[in-house]
T-cell receptor
């Protein structure tokens, strides 16, 4: 079974600065999908960014970008020009290319609590 | 377009009681799933469905039942609630198993 590790339980950054959240995963598969989800205090899960493992180019969505290192099994999220609204829990998630049983869904890390200092 | 809706938002049960958490989506998505979120943990998959009439177990299925009689609805049943089932429950749906999953607002369940 795949595992996802987020080694930073909490991060703090000044407003307008850049912060990077770390994520590593363990898998024997060659094709898979990786996601970052944001969970604000409202508890709604919001997709931030998605990366397909077969794509070498790092995904970017406005101020959010990833550094995908397939060989190192690393998938970090960079948030540029941090804003107060970015304060939330951030979850890294893995999705297998295969289906069936516990593999058919997202495997989440434990999350990183991001604090934005005004 | 309401997206994914869940009812109720909050629920308190006594040990041994049964209840059904409701989930509905209006996006004509084939894939639906249930997750639970415990403090300090990420979400864990309980059950999922790849279409009407088809369901399967996820990582933590014990104590939960599901059915999928329509594309829109995917209820989660607790037959005999236990304190270990105190959690926040999320329903999610996607066009297929590989696309972005859209999450409902969650149900906070407390079992006394």
């Amino acid at each position: 079974a795949q595992t996802v590790t987020q080694s930073q339980p909490e991060m703090s950054v000044q407003e307008a600065e850049t912060v990077t959240l770390s994520c590593t995963y363990d898998t024997s598969e060659s094709d898979y999908y990786l996601f970052w989800y944001k969970q604000p205090p409202s508890r709604q899960m919001i997709l931030v960014i998605r990366q397909e493992a077969y794509k070498q180019q790092n995904a970017t969505e406005n101020r959010f970008s990833v550094n995908f290192q397939k060989a190192a099994k690393s998938f970090s999220l960079k948030i540029s020009d941090s804003q107060l609204g970015d304060a939330a829990m951030y979850f890294c998630a893995y999705r297998s290319q295969y289906s069936g049983g516990g593999a058919d869904g997202l495997t989440f890390g434990k999350g990183t609590h991001l604090i934005i200092q005004p | 377009n309401a997206g994914v809706t869940q009812t109720p938002k909050f629920q308190v049960l006594k040990t041994g009681q049964s209840m059904t958490l409701q989930c509905a989506q209006d996006m004509n998505h084939e894939y639906m799933s249930w997750y639970r979120q415990d403090p300090g943990m990420g979400l864990r998959l309980i059950h999922y469905s790849v279409g009407a009439g088809i369901t399967d177990q996820g990582e933590v299925p014990n104590g939960y039942n599901v059915s999928r009689s329509t594309t829109e609805d995917f209820p989660l049943r607790l037959l005999s609630a236990a304190p270990s089932q105190t959690s926040v429950y999320f329903c999610a749906s996607s066009y297929n198993r590989y696309n972005e999953q859209f999450f409902g607002p969650g149900t906070r369940l407390t079992v006394l």
